[in-house]
């Protein structure tokens, strides 16, 4: 099966790996990384006096189970 032709599987793949333990630290942080691109994306950064006094915060969970809302 290819990624494209069911979108989600590249995604349950990356979810997969990002919460394997016994997989490589540096293959958990390139899943995570992959699955913040695609899900909060690669969007120009504001610049400095456009932003506000407190630093931006992304907090990730991993859950075992459905993806589903």
């Known amino acids: 099966m ?9 995604v349950d793949m990356l979810y997969e790996i990002a919460g394997d333990a016994d997989a490589p630290a540096s293959s958990r ?3 995570i990384k992959e699955i913040l ?7 120009p950064l504001i610049p400095a006096d ?3 006094p407190e630093p931006v915060e992304i907090i990730f969970r ?3 189970g459905s993806n589903t809302p």
Do not use: F, H, M, Y
Not at 2 to 10: T, V
Not at 37 to 43: A, L, N
């Open 50 to 52: 456009e932003q506000g």
């Open 29 to 31: 942080l390139s899943a």
């Open 37 to 43: 691109d695609r899900t909060v994306g690669k969007g």
């Open 62 to 64: 991993i859950e075992n």
């Open 2 to 10: 290819r990624s494209s032709d069911e979108p989600g599987a590249l």
